[in-house]
């Protein structure tokens, strides 16, 4: 990180955050693929890789998950004030809005029009995550890797079909990637 | 001051031990909130999960700012939040500082090569389950055309092209989305 860390940075980290945790509707897979985006692909502050590594151990680590991700990202850049100012913008969005449909709940959640938007957005979001999905897959094919073929479809297919718990998934998947390190030491070892 | 670290006390509870994020911590949260300590009745524990739903944040934390909204007003959901997101940033802050250490270590770079498309996967199995909540009426699978929702087909794939050709900012295309579906599904459903 050349960026200097001025009060601009720290806004600019605040403010983007609490936009993405604002719109982030429909829990912590929603949010990976919109920090990507931001992060990623527009401000170029975290690098592809990384980004997937992070997501990996926000989805292992207890808690919600849009608020471990941007911890990560928060320390990522700045450390552990960064991570601080993360969660806070994080949270916030939410809190603000709980507190105000709290006290007149039953009115926001009978509403017609309310729900009619949200069918709507789902729609959005549905094809938010597709497209990430679409762009992540091309990546892992870049590294024409039968191995990381066999771990994509394979999770896919038991996270998808035979409903395994995720952390054993990550688990079963990192296992097979140090097998593989294991495995290619020792052939180069003999070689 | 009691109610207050009860509050703290239960949500760092619910924090510590929902992994797998979302609805992994629906029984926990169940669990403190109705059954513990009564400070929710059944159904309105139905309502914060259905309020979840329409509204941005994780499950977690709108639940800890409705019951501690619910009990001590504003300080009870600041409390309650604070507890939630506590055992959080103490455990990834950990586990980030041991990735950013051993990362470039050889077998630390094998299972991180085999987390990634691991990663991939979990992220497209859950929008396949977004997919099918938005384009069947129960969620549920059919090749019926009267149980498939076409404005939400067309709608997806409007998005998809979009965000295919022309790489807008996502949030202008959910909020774009969330305007037309909208109106067709307010007026013409």
Redesign the interface.
Known sequence: MNETKDLKFYLKLFSSTF????????????I???MR?KFV?QYGWIEE?EM?????????????????AA??IG??LAG?PG??LT?LAT?L???I???V??CF??A??DS???????????????????????T??Q??ARERSV???L??????FA??LLDV???L??F???????????WQ?RRKGRA | MMLYLQLCWSFFQIGLFGIGGGYAALPLIRHQVVELHGWLTMGEFVDVITISQMTPGPIAINAATFVGTRICGLPGAIVATIGCVTPSIIIVLTLAYFYYKYRNLNLIQGVLSGLRPGVVALIASAGLSIILLAFWKDGVFSLLPSDIDFWAVGLFAACLLMLRLRKPNPIYVMLGAGTVGGLIYYFLT
């Open positions: 936009t993405l945790s604002a719109f982030t509707f429909g829990g912590g897979y929603v990976i693929p919109l985006k692909e890789e997937l590594d992070l997501t990996a151990i926000a989805q292992s680590s207890p808690g919600a998950m849009a608020v471990n911890i990560l320390y990522r552990v991570a601080l969660v949270v969005p939410p809190l809005t709980l507190t449909i709290s709940y039953t926001f959640r017609r029009a309310v729900s009619a938007v949200m069918k709507g957005m789902q729609a959005g979001v549905a094809a938010v995550i597709a497209d990430v999905v679409v992540m897959t990546a892992v191995m990381g073929w771990i994509l479809f394979g999770a896919f996270s998808t718990n995720i952390v998934i990550i079963c998947c990192g296992v097979l990637g140090a097998a593989r390190t294991l030491r």
